[in-house]
């Protein structure tokens, strides 16, 4: 384990989660129902690249949508400012390159795009209708 870094059990971490802002949770909720992992897994210390890029997606989303500074989005993500600079950067170029990572950020950018379906989760509506 890294020094300055400690492990936070899973129920700490969920604990957390609860206490963020409700449409920062929300988007927290899609990103990793779409990605399938859980929240704990989100706020955890993984380094998993799913959940990393699920993080990164998150960041993204949050700074373009709400305007959230790199130091608001590493307090909420339990992340260092410059980690969440880092996150915003690289979904910017994945989309400007058109990957699917880039893709799934910018279709939740746009929230009149995303609907909830019961018992089918999220969907992303795409331009032409197509779900």
């Known amino acids: 384990m890294r020094r300055g ?3 936070r ?8 989660a609860q206490a963020l802002p ?9 990103v990793s129902e779409a990605k399938g992992i859980s929240l704990g897994e989100l706020f955890s210390r993984s380094q998993d690249r799913n959940v990393a890029d699920a993080r990164h997606v998150i ?5 373009e949508r709400w305007g959230y500074s790199s130091t608001r989005l590493g307090t909420l ?13 690289r979904i910017d170029i994945e989309i400007r390159i058109g990957s699917a990572l880039g893709r799934f950020a910018a279709r939740l950018h746009q929230p ?4 909830r ?11 032409d209708g197509a779900a």
């Open 112 to 115: 009149e795009q995303v609907r």
């Open 77 to 89: 993500l339990q992340r260092d400012h410059t980690t969440m600079l880092q996150a915003v950067a």
């Open 5 to 7: 870094i400690t492990a």
């Open 117 to 127: 379906v019961p018992g089918e989760g999220v969907v992303l509506e795409l331009a």
């Open 59 to 63: 960041a993204w989303v949050a700074h």
């Open 9 to 16: 059990p899973l129920e700490e971490s969920l604990a957390r």
């Open 22 to 30: 409700e449409p920062f949770m929300a988007l927290c909720g899609e």
